[in-house]
């Protein structure tokens, strides 16, 4: 039976409009690039393909020779980048950020009225799931939403109502071709992990559970817009130029108390929720609320910012440059560690077993894994002793600098057991290139 696939039931698109059309090359993409040259054909489209090399994965660049060749086949103008280097924020979040760049500045030069994405029902769940799990504003919970309104564009997600299942079949019903990422498999990446064992649990309780994760979406988004409206006329109230009144602060319902502090953190790191979890709401209503509490405090952020309590007021400052820390998760390609002038990476292959390289089995830790400062006491357990040692003693014996030691970069589980001193010590859960291992991490 044919499987049809309308990604313009709510008639977003219009005769003659622009269209900047985000393909990786995969088959999601393909499926969306297929079903909007179709579309064309009806209502004189003119598309872009825009494509976004990663330069993390071997197979990078042919994906972007086959992209280019096919959209020469079918006349189709064909915009590419590179992403040369990457800076020293959450890979996955960096890299969204210059895509969608990317994509704006592609919308100006074509004038084009909408970014359009592939998008579908089960990215729509993981991330609502794997933002109830981490903890995440009221927004964030609703995940993303079909169309985005931004100034003087539309990003819109056509397949927002469309399974992975659904996508597939219509690329093997068409012979639409299209490249597998490898990364996919890939287990030291949250998203894959919901994506394994979770969707498949909750498709097997309901087979149409995609459509109640949409519901909720739906939901959620709609009672943001309102309550954001509330938090917004009381934010104007209470917090200029980064600084928040505290007595003010203290006069709002609970639950404003917390969509102020998350609108706050929002505006501080722009769209970058995963940034942000419950852990920060919590310090900062602590710091703000608890009764006897000191006239003074601070709280460290991430991104090197400081909340300062000072009396009536709190603000929101960048660390001074003697006083950095900073704990994210490596959960992508490559993790830079600010401080050496050195990052962390996963590799497919690696010849050496030096210090600088740690091999893991995913079985005996605890994912994901994170990269953090060293925090009072901590111990680590040797690879190929049965006891610990302080990293104290350990930096004393390396002959690490003092002014190096507070910054260096260390890998833990998420049972906050150290795994891996990068360039230093490998633990007990280190693996030897003869024995079973499924990770591969590069200091360099």
Avoid at 113 to 128: Q, R
Avoid at 135 to 158: A, E, H, M, W
Avoid at 189 to 201: A, C, D, E, S, W
Wanted: net charge neutral; hydrophobic share 35%; with cysteine.
């Amino acid at each position: 039976m044919e499987h049809c696939i309308n990604i313009n039931e709510d008639h977003i698109f219009e005769k003659g409009d622009t269209i900047i059309v985000g393909c990786s090359g995969g088959s999601d993409s393909m499926a969306l690039f297929s079903l909007l040259l179709e579309l064309r054909k009806d209502l004189d489209l003119k598309l872009v393909c825009a494509h976004v090399n990663h330069n993390v994965r071997k197979e990078s660049e042919e994906e972007l020779v086959f992209l280019d060749n096919y959209c020469q086949k079918r006349k189709v103008v064909f915009e590419s980048m590179i992403i040369q280097q990457y800076g020293e924020d959450n890979f996955h979040n960096e890299a969204r950020s210059i895509r969608y760049r990317f994509f704006k500045d592609l919308a100006d030069k074509y004038h084009a009225k909408y970014i359009v994405t592939a998008h579908h029902a089960d990215d729509l769940m993981e991330t609502i799931l794997m933002r109830v799990v981490r903890g995440s504003t009221l927004k964030g919970y609703g995940g993303f939403s079909k169309i985005l309104n931004q100034d003087g564009y539309c990003i819109v997600r056509p397949l927002i109502s469309y399974t992975k299942d659904d996508l597939l079949t219509y690329v093997k019903q068409h012979d639409i071709p299209y490249r597998e990422d490898s990364s996919n498999h890939k287990m030291y990446y949250t998203r894959n992990r919901y994506r394994k064992y979770v969707l498949p649990f909750l498709k097997k309780e309901n087979a149409l559970v995609h459509k109640k994760f949409l519901k909720f979406s739906n939901i959620v988004h709609e009672a943001n817009d309102y309550i954001e409206q509330q938090v917004i006329v009381e934010l104007n109230k209470i917090y200029n130029d980064k600084i928040l009144d505290i007595e003010g602060y203290k006069k709002l319902n609970s639950f404003i108390k917390k969509e102020v502090l998350y609108k706050i953190l929002e505006d501080i790191y722009e769209d970058d929720l995963l940034l942000i979890s419950d852990q920060h709401i919590n310090l900062l209503q602590t710091l703000l609320e608890k009764e006897n509490s000191r006239p003074n405090g601070h709280i460290h952020l991430p991104n090197n910012i400081i909340a300062v309590k000072n009396y009536k007021q709190l603000s929101f400052e960048p660390e001074p440059n003697n006083i950095v820390s900073y704990e994210i998760e490596l959960s992508q390609n490559i993790c830079l560690s600010k401080h050496h002038g050195k990052k962390i990476s996963f590799v497919e292959v690696e010849e050496s077993d030096g210090n600088d390289v740690c091999r893991l089995d995913s079985k005996t830790v605890e994912l994901p894994l994170i990269v953090r400062t060293r925090h009072d006491g901590d111990t680590m357990d040797l690879l190929g002793t049965n006891g610990k040692k302080k990293l104290k003693n350990i930096f004393i014996d390396k002959k690490i600098p003092v002014g190096e030691r507070d910054t260096w970069p260390i890998v833990i589980d998420s049972k906050d057991r150290i795994v891996w001193l990068p360039g230093l010590q490998k633990s007990k859960f280190s693996k030897t290139k003869r024995e079973s291992y499924d990770i591969i991490l590069k200091y360099h």
